[in-house]
């Protein structure tokens, strides 16, 4: 049973992939962005090792992962793999090492404190710890991410620690089915955006869009979309 799971899953990756890419593709091409300025992370929680390698095998590079430990086993099966590693998930402030350790990016920086024990602990031998800002934008169900109104100081101050750079916002809205509200949601991220460029701050990463909502965000001008089911199937519960 495992083993024909096995053998099937790389099969369905390909093609989940493949259809992905497509509707990428055709939202740059139907709002009017760039071909190619909307890149894909592959959403890896809780899917096996294997899905991971079938995903590698379609020349897919970036991986975003939710929880740390999960992170680390698979970061050490892959070693040799050349994976550009995301942490997607919610950060406590003390559970900041390994994000710091062993990743490429953090989506989801919405303190400062937690932005300031990230430059402490990114181990100097490696790139600067590419980062965005979460916010709650208006009608985002989790209490995660920054209010707007207080986004600008934490920017602001996040920008000028010496081992992150930051490269932009991140959001993680309410699922709602309804295009205009999905949108509603991104246009405010993409104008929040829009203001701290205003300031001086060089951003140049919007990481909006889910595997239900990705059209809505690529219209408002997402440059990152992270997708796991449309990529991967279904996600094995959790066995916690
Ligand atoms: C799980 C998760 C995703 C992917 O969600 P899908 O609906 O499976 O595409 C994207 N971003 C974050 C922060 C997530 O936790």
Redesign the pocket.
């Known amino acids: 049973m495992i083993c024909e799971m096995d053998d099937a899953a790389p099969i369905d990756i390909a093609t989940r992939l493949a259809t992905v890419r497509e509707r990428i593709r055709r939202a740059e091409q139907e709002y009017g962005r760039e071909p190619g300025s909307v890149a894909l992370?592959a959403?890896s929680?809780r899917q096996p090792v294997s899905a991971i390698r079938a995903a590698l095998a379609e020349g897919q590079r970036a991986f975003?992962e939710?929880y740390l430990q999960e992170a680390e086993t698979k970061r050490a099966e892959l070693s040799d793999r050349d994976i550009e590693w995301h942490f997607?998930?919610a950060l406590q402030s003390n559970k900041t090492r390994p994000a710091a350790e062993g990743f490429d990016w953090v989506?989801?920086i919405d303190r400062l404190k937690i932005a300031r024990r990230l430059s402490e602990q990114r181990p100097a031998g490696l790139a600067p710890l590419q980062c965005c800002i979460q916010v709650n934008v208006s009608g985002e169900a989790s209490k995660s991410g920054v209010e707007p109104e207080a986004l600008p100081e934490l920017a602001h101050a996040v920008a000028a620690l010496p081992r992150l750079r930051l490269r932009g916002l991140?959001t993680?809205p309410e699922a709602v089915p309804d295009v205009a509200s999905q949108r509603a949601a991104f246009r405010q991220l993409s104008a929040l955006q829009a203001g701290l460029v205003a300031e001086g701050l060089a951003l140049d990463t919007l990481s909006m869009g889910?595997?239900?909502d990705?059209e809505a965000a690529v219209a408002e001008g997402a440059t990152l979309v992270?997708?796991?089911?449309?990529?991967?199937g279904p996600?094995p519960e959790a066995n916690t």
């Not at 992270?226 to 991967?232: D, E, N």
């Open positions: 992370l959403v929680k975003g939710n997607i998930g989506h989801g991140m993680l889910m595997s239900n990705l992270r997708l796991g089911t449309a990529v991967f996600r």
